[in-house]
């Protein structure tokens, strides 16, 4: 049984004329009569009575004819999702972000490509990025914006997407929150909330760095995992902070962002993938989100120290 028989069929049980049929779908009468018969020995039964007159469905034919509409709908659905499929225009994206990410980067881009591909699913977490890496690793989350760098990875295919400035954060009734703009010695000798080494060890390692190469050694009073903790516990007079630009603009809390003077590093988030097999709808987001947002500078590679 062919789809082409079937397609047929269902004209003429639209039409009940084989010669207006023909016309329809450009097809020679008696090679649409030979289709016809070859189906219905196929089925078994005739599927239409035919005379001089008129063509009517025999009552097998008004019972074939429901079902064969039905199956071929699934089947030209089957075939529309497969195409889509091929083009990463189909399937669900399972897309992790750091909180700030979730902020800047991640909303703007799923609504955009969504907006062109209406049939992709998405399933976002905010997830810390040491998690995300070892999700990734695991192929349990297909992509991730985390908190560069992340160390030692060579499975993983990371790319720098966003770059700020970091800023140092203290109680807006801290001595330096009237100058806005400080030197990093300026803050020697005075205790520091750090993020949590466990969840980003190469964003902690890049911290304390910026502060060795300060010559300060810190004195950290509090860690925690989440950079809107860390703005809670500055402003709760606990100590001040080195946090991203981006982490703090949209803060309420009580603290000012001091721009620092010193050359320093730039804060980055990066888009990981596998480098393994992935899914084509996979690769059509990390293209797009190449598109709209960079990649922004240099990449960072995964195996870098």
């Known amino acids: 049984m062919e789809l082409r028989q079937i397609r047929s069929f269902l004209s003429i049980a639209e039409t009940l004329h084989f010669g207006r049929t023909a016309e329809l779908i450009h097809l020679s009468q008696p090679a649409l009569s030979l289709q016809i018969r070859a189906l219905e020995e196929e089925v078994g039964v005739r599927l239409f009575e035919r005379n001089r007159r008129k063509t009517t469905l025999t009552p097998a034919g008004l019972a074939f004819r429901d079902d064969a509409a039905a199956a071929l709908s699934r089947l030209e659905q089957a075939i529309r999702r497969a195409r889509l499929a091929a083009k990463g225009k189909i399937g669900l994206l399972r897309i992790g972000f750091i909180s700030t990410a979730?902020?800047?980067?991640?909303?703007?881009?799923?609504?955009?490509?969504?907006?062109?591909?209406?049939?992709?699913?998405?399933?976002?977490?905010?997830?810390?990025?040491?998690?995300?890496?070892?999700?990734?690793?695991?192929?349990?989350l297909d992509i991730g914006f985390l908190r560069l760098p992340i160390g030692g990875h060579a499975a993983l295919d990371v790319v720098t997407v966003h770059r700020e400035p970091f800023v140092l954060v203290v109680p807006s009734s801290h001595k330096l929150a009237i100058r806005r703009r400080v030197r990093l010695r300026d803050v020697a000798g005075q205790d520091f909330v750090m993020y949590e080494r466990t969840y980003a060890p190469g964003f902690h390692d890049l911290i304390f760095g910026i502060l060795r190469d300060a010559r300060i050694v810190p004195n950290v009073s509090q860690t925690a995992g989440e950079m809107p903790t860390l703005i809670s516990l500055v402003a709760a007079h606990m100590g001040i902070a080195i946090l991203p630009l981006s982490a703090v603009k949209r803060s309420v809390a009580s603290v000012i962002a001091c721009e620092i003077a010193d050359q320093i590093p730039m804060s980055a988030i990066g888009m990981a993938v596998s480098k393994g097999s992935r899914a084509t709808v996979i690769d059509a987001f990390r293209s797009f989100a190449l598109e709209r947002l960079g990649p922004a500078g240099n990449s960072w590679h995964a195996n870098r120290s």
């Open 102 to 140: 979730g902020s800047e980067i991640v909303p703007d881009i799923v609504r955009q490509f969504r907006e062109l591909n209406p049939e992709v699913e998405f399933s976002l977490r905010n997830i810390l990025t040491a998690e995300q890496v070892q999700m990734l690793e695991t192929g349990s």
